[in-house]
C-alpha cells in the first residue's frame, strides 16, 4: 500500500506524524509500533483475516492499529466514543472480530486495553518480511458501518484499489507536496473525511495535528490548539467552521500558515463561505461531495466569489479522474444538461458493497461494461443536475440525510424511537435552516399516558434512545402529540407536522 511504504520512507527522515492533546509519534515511532501491533496479530492469530475493530475517538494509538492491522492483512473497524456500546457490539457481531480494542472506559468483554497495546508493543519484536502480509488489490482496507433503514448499521466495505483510485485523483486536486506540513485531523475516525488527513496527509509526510472530543469540547482549549499547530490544510464538515466563525478571533491571525479549507459531508452555506472569504484573505476554499460508498469524494470545486453571487446552492463540482457520474430519470435513462435526477456512480473507487448483506447491496450496487472495462456503480439516492459539466446538488431520493457530516437514515431512528418502552408511534423530521439541516425534530405518540408534561416525557424519551443510537442521531426536540394527521394517501401527513415546527 501506498500510505505503508510512504510512512517506512518518511521513518528514516525524523519527521512528526502526529500530534494529540499534546502527546507526539513521528514517522518512525508509527512505523516501528505498527510493525509489532502487526506481528503480534500474524502470530496470535494466524491466518484469520476478520477485521480488527477500534473503540475510541483521537488516541494516537489508533492511527497505529490502523496501520497494523493493514500490515497484517486485515481491515480495521473504527467506531467512535459516540456510538453506544449496545450498537459497538451490535458491530463487533457482525464481523465476528477476533481483535477488539477498546479505548473508552465502557466495558467489552475480551478487548484489549490501551495498556494491553502498549504492553504488545514493548514487548513484542517486530519481524522483517511484513510486506508480503500488507491489505492488496480488492482486499478490504477499512469497513465503515452508516446508519440503516433497518434500524441495523451497514458495513461499507472499501478496499486498497478503492483507496488508490481515491488517493491518486484527489492528492492531486488538493495540489499536495513532500512538504512538512500540518493537516488537521478533526474528523471522527468512523467518518469516512477522516481519510484525507489519515491517507493523503501521511502519504505526503504531512504532521496530523488531531482534535480530540475533550478539545473540542472546551472552546478555549480548541482556539488555543489552533493557534499554535501551523495548520496549512483544514478538513472537516461545514458544522465545525461555522460553531468557530462565531467567534471574531477565527481569522488569519489565528491560524496565520493556512492555505486551504476543505469541506465535505454536509451542504457547505454561502453564507458560512463570505464570511470565511472576508477573514481568510485569499485561503483556498474546496468543495467536496461523496457518500462513503464512493470512497470519500465523487466530485469536488474550488468556491469563487462568483457562486456566491449565483442564485444556486453552492456546486458539489466537477467529476473525480477517470469516473463517470450521470444522471438519470426514474426509468434509468440519462436526462439533458440542467435537468433533475438520481446520481449514479461509476468509478474504481466504488465499494464492493456491505459487509455481509447482499440484499441491501443487491439494491443499490451494479456493475456496466465501460468502453470495453467492468466499473462498479452505485445509486446514490442523491438528486443532482449538471450545468457544463458542473454538477448542483438539490437534496435526498429518499429520506436519507447528511447532519453535522453524519450520514442518517431517518428510518433507522425511528425503528430504534419504536423500541423505546412507552412509544406507541413516531415521525422523525429534519429542520432546515440557511439552506441545510440544522437539527432534527420528532413528534411521539404514546402506549399510555403517564400524566407527565411533553418536556418530561421527552427527557425519559431521550435517555433511553441513547441506549440504542449515537447520540447525533436523537432528535433535538421530541413532541407528545395525541395522533398524528393523516393525508389523502392514508399516511401519516409528514408536510402538516413540518408546518407545525415551523
Same mark, same amino acid.
Given at each position: 500500500?501506498?500510505?505503508?511504504?510512504?510512512?517506512?520512507?518518511?521513518?528514516?527522515?525524523?519527521?512528526?506524524?502526529?500530534?494529540?492533546?499534546?502527546?507526539?509519534?513521528?514517522?518512525?515511532?508509527?512505523?516501528?509500533?505498527?510493525?509489532?501491533?502487526?506481528?503480534?496479530?500474524?502470530?496470535?492469530?494466524?491466518?484469520?483475516?476478520?477485521?480488527?475493530?477500534?473503540?475510541?475517538?483521537?488516541?494516537?494509538?489508533?492511527?497505529?492499529?490502523?496501520?497494523?492491522?493493514?500490515?497484517?492483512?486485515?481491515?480495521?473497524?473504527?467506531?467512535?466514543?459516540?456510538?453506544?456500546?449496545?450498537?459497538?457490539?451490535?458491530?463487533?457481531?457482525?464481523?465476528?472480530?477476533?481483535?477488539?480494542?477498546?479505548?473508552?472506559?465502557?466495558?467489552?468483554?475480551?478487548?484489549?486495553?490501551?495498556?494491553?497495546?502498549?504492553?504488545?508493543?514493548?514487548?513484542?519484536?517486530?519481524?522483517?518480511?511484513?510486506?508480503?502480509?500488507?491489505?492488496?488489490?480488492?482486499?478490504?482496507?477499512?469497513?465503515?458501518?452508516?446508519?440503516?433503514?433497518?434500524?441495523?448499521?451497514?458495513?461499507?466495505?472499501?478496499?486498497?484499489?478503492?483507496?488508490?483510485?481515491?488517493?491518486?485523483?484527489?492528492?492531486?486536486?488538493?495540489?499536495?507536496?513532500?512538504?512538512?506540513?500540518?493537516?488537521?485531523?478533526?474528523?471522527?475516525?468512523?467518518? *469516512?473525511?477522516?481519510? +484525507? =488527513? #489519515?491517507?493523503?496527509? %501521511?502519504?505526503? !509526510?504531512?504532521?496530523?495535528?488531531?482534535?480530540? /472530543? &475533550?478539545?473540542?469540547?472546551?472552546?478555549?482549549?480548541?482556539?488555543?490548539?489552533?493557534?499554535?499547530?501551523?495548520?496549512?490544510?483544514?478538513?472537516?464538515?461545514?458544522?465545525?467552521?461555522?460553531?468557530?466563525?462565531?467567534?471574531?478571533?477565527?481569522?488569519?491571525?489565528?491560524?496565520?500558515?493556512?492555505?486551504?479549507?476543505?469541506?465535505?459531508?454536509?451542504?457547505?452555506?454561502?453564507?458560512?463561505?463570505?464570511?470565511?472569504?472576508?477573514?481568510?484573505?485569499?485561503?483556498?476554499?474546496?468543495?467536496?461531495?461523496?457518500?462513503?460508498?464512493?470512497?470519500?469524494?465523487?466530485?469536488?470545486?474550488?468556491?469563487?466569489?462568483?457562486?456566491?453571487? *449565483?442564485?444556486?446552492? +453552492? =456546486? #458539489?463540482?466537477?467529476? %473525480?479522474?477517470? !469516473?463517470?457520474?450521470?444522471?438519470?430519470?426514474? /426509468? &434509468?435513462?440519462?436526462?439533458?444538461?440542467?435537468?433533475?435526477?438520481?446520481?449514479?456512480?461509476?468509478?474504481?473507487?466504488?465499494?464492493?458493497?456491505?459487509?455481509?448483506?447482499?440484499?441491501?447491496?443487491?439494491?443499490?450496487?451494479?456493475?456496466?461494461?465501460?468502453?470495453?472495462?467492468?466499473?462498479?456503480?452505485?445509486?446514490?439516492?442523491?438528486?443532482?443536475?449538471?450545468?457544463?459539466?458542473?454538477?448542483?446538488?438539490?437534496?435526498?431520493?429518499?429520506?436519507?440525510?447528511?447532519?453535522?457530516?453524519?450520514?442518517?437514515?431517518?428510518?433507522?431512528?425511528?425503528?430504534?424511537?419504536?423500541?423505546?418502552?412507552?412509544?406507541?408511534?413516531?415521525?422523525?423530521?429534519?429542520?432546515?435552516?440557511?439552506?441545510?439541516?440544522?437539527?432534527?425534530?420528532?413528534?411521539?405518540?404514546?402506549?399510555?399516558? &403517564?400524566?407527565?408534561?411533553?418536556?418530561?416525557?421527552?427527557?425519559?424519551?431521550?435517555?433511553?434512545?441513547?441506549?440504542?443510537?449515537?447520540?447525533?442521531?436523537?432528535?433535538?426536540?421530541?413532541?407528545?402529540?395525541?395522533?398524528?394527521?393523516?393525508?389523502?394517501?392514508?399516511?401519516?401527513?409528514?408536510?402538516?407536522?413540518?408546518?407545525?415546527?415551523?
Amino acid at each position: 500500500m501506498r500510505l505503508l511504504e510512504s510512512v517506512k520512507k518518511y521513518s528514516t527522515q525524523g519527521r512528526l506524524a502526529v500530534i494529540c492533546d499534546g502527546e507526539r509519534l513521528t514517522y518512525r515511532e508509527l512505523d516501528e509500533m505498527s510493525d509489532s501491533m502487526a506481528t503480534y496479530f500474524i502470530k496470535e492469530f494466524g491466518q484469520d483475516r476478520s477485521p480488527i475493530v477500534i473503540h475510541g475517538n483521537k488516541d494516537n494509538l489508533i492511527l497505529v492499529l490502523m496501520l497494523a492491522a493493514l500490515k497484517s492483512g486485515r481491515a480495521y473497524v473504527p467506531l467512535d466514543v459516540t456510538f453506544p456500546i449496545e450498537r459497538v457490539k451490535q458491530v463487533i457481531n457482525e464481523v465476528d472480530a477476533k481483535v477488539v480494542v477498546n479505548f473508552t472506559e465502557e466495558a467489552l468483554d475480551g478487548s484489549y486495553s490501551k495498556k494491553d497495546i502498549e504492553n504488545i508493543i514493548k514487548n513484542i519484536k517486530s519481524e522483517s518480511g511484513l510486506v508480503e502480509n500488507w491489505v492488496k488489490d480488492d482486499e478490504n482496507a477499512y469497513i465503515l458501518f452508516t446508519s440503516g433503514s433497518t434500524g441495523k448499521p451497514k458495513g461499507v466495505q472499501i478496499s486498497k484499489n478503492n483507496l488508490d483510485s481515491f488517493n491518486d485523483w484527489f492528492g492531486k486536486y488538493m495540489d499536495l507536496d513532500e512538504n512538512e506540513d500540518v493537516m488537521m485531523n478533526q474528523v471522527s475516525y468512523s467518518f *469516512d473525511v477522516s481519510v +484525507i =488527513p #489519515i491517507y493523503l496527509g %501521511l502519504i505526503h !509526510g504531512k504532521t496530523l495535528n488531531s482534535l480530540s /472530543k &475533550n478539545t473540542l469540547e472546551n472552546f478555549k482549549l480548541l482556539f488555543n490548539t489552533l493557534n499554535e499547530s501551523n495548520i496549512k490544510y483544514w478538513v472537516s464538515t461545514p458544522a465545525l467552521a461555522e460553531m468557530c466563525i462565531r467567534d471574531v478571533n477565527f481569522n488569519s491571525n489565528l491560524m496565520p500558515n493556512l492555505r486551504t479549507f476543505f469541506f465535505a459531508g454536509e451542504v457547505l452555506s454561502k453564507k458560512l463561505v463570505k464570511e470565511l472569504m472576508e477573514r481568510f484573505k485569499g485561503v483556498r476554499i474546496i468543495n467536496g461531495y461523496g457518500p462513503t460508498e464512493g470512497t470519500v469524494l465523487l466530485s469536488a470545486i474550488d468556491v469563487t466569489e462568483g457562486m456566491l453571487e *449565483d442564485e444556486r446552492s +453552492i =456546486p #458539489i463540482g466537477y467529476p %473525480l479522474e477517470g !469516473g463517470i457520474l450521470k444522471i438519470v430519470d426514474d /426509468k &434509468n435513462n440519462e436526462v439533458k444538461d440542467g435537468e433533475k435526477g438520481e446520481l449514479l456512480a461509476l468509478s474504481k473507487s466504488i465499494s464492493k458493497g456491505y459487509f455481509n448483506n447482499e440484499e441491501m447491496t443487491s439494491k443499490v450496487f451494479f456493475t456496466e461494461v465501460i468502453n470495453g472495462q467492468i466499473l462498479r456503480g452505485y445509486k446514490t439516492g442523491d438528486m443532482a443536475y449538471y450545468d457544463n459539466g458542473i454538477l448542483y446538488y438539490c437534496g435526498r431520493k429518499d429520506f436519507q440525510i447528511k447532519l453535522n457530516g453524519f450520514r442518517i437514515e431517518i428510518e433507522d431512528i425511528e425503528n430504534n424511537l419504536r423500541k423505546v418502552s412507552n412509544i406507541n408511534n413516531c415521525v422523525v423530521l429534519p429542520v432546515y435552516k440557511d439552506e441545510k439541516i440544522s437539527h432534527l425534530s420528532s413528534f411521539v405518540t404514546l402506549k399510555e399516558d &403517564n400524566g407527565l408534561s411533553s418536556l418530561k416525557n421527552s427527557i425519559l424519551i431521550k435517555d433511553e434512545l441513547k441506549k440504542y443510537i449515537p447520540s447525533y442521531m436523537v432528535p433535538r426536540n421530541i413532541k407528545v402529540i395525541n395522533e398524528f394527521p393523516i393525508n389523502t394517501n392514508g399516511k401519516v401527513d409528514r408536510k402538516k407536522l413540518m408546518e407545525e415546527i415551523k
